[in-house]
């Protein structure tokens, strides 16, 4: 019993050094050869996420990542970027976009995971996603404006670009000033996410500081 307690102690104080290790470009990040251009202000450092309402992973995700986008410090700008993978991703990113030009997007945004995810609606149609965001202080004619505005569809245009530039083949993922992609698979995990950008967000200040 002692040997096996040793050993597993010993275990975990090699896990707990491994996962202390730096990240490794290639392993647990991808480096774009052509970086993304960002949108912050100069001294700024952009971290994005690219989502997808009807992902269960960006699901379990949300609640792991609000912690951390909370305590991000005052020189990164965090921002959500909608996947468009697919007719039903781009509803959703019209959805996104939508609320947003609205001013009810941080109202919505939770509720329409939780509308997808725990009570099983599609929410790609225009007019069920009017009638979802007429409980949040606008009219379903305002809603249905909104999804077929000029500038939801260059945000949409935009959003596509964006994916194209990014070039990952699944969401979550986190794009670190436009030049860094993590992801589920090269982290290891959901939660190992942002201590992976954490790390490239030390790497981008340090870069800039030469």
């Not at 490794?24 to 989502?51: H, M, R």
Request: aromatic share 10%; hydrophobic share 45%; proline share 6%.
């Amino acid at each position: 019993m002692l040997k096996q307690w040793i050993a597993a102690v010993a275990g975990l104080g090699f896990s707990a050094l491994v996962m202390a290790a730096p990240p490794v470009a290639g392993e647990d990040y991808k480096v774009l050869d052509t970086p993304v251009e960002t949108s912050v202000p100069d001294g700024q450092i952009e971290v994005t996420e690219v989502f997808w309402y009807g992902c269960p992973h960006c699901y379990a995700f949300e609640k792991p990542l609000n912690a951390w986008v909370a305590e991000l410090p005052d020189d990164v700008t965090f921002m959500r970027v909608p996947a468009t993978m697919g007719d039903t991703w781009t509803a959703h990113a019209r959805a996104f976009y939508a609320a947003k030009s609205l001013g009810i997007l941080d109202k919505v945004h939770d509720d329409f995971f939780d509308a997808i995810h725990k009570d099983g609606r599609h929410l790609t149609d225009p007019e069920k996603v009017a009638e979802f965001f007429s409980h949040y202080g606008v009219t379903k004619d305002e809603a249905l404006k909104a999804l077929d505005s000029f500038g939801v569809k260059s945000e949409l245009n935009q959003a596509h670009a964006r994916m194209r530039g990014y070039q990952i083949m699944g969401v979550p993922a986190l794009i670190v000033d436009g030049h860094y992609v993590v992801t589920p698979q090269s982290a290891g995990s959901l939660e190992n996410m942002p201590r992976v950008a954490d790390a490239l967000i030390d790497k981008v200040r340090e870069q800039r500081s030469q």
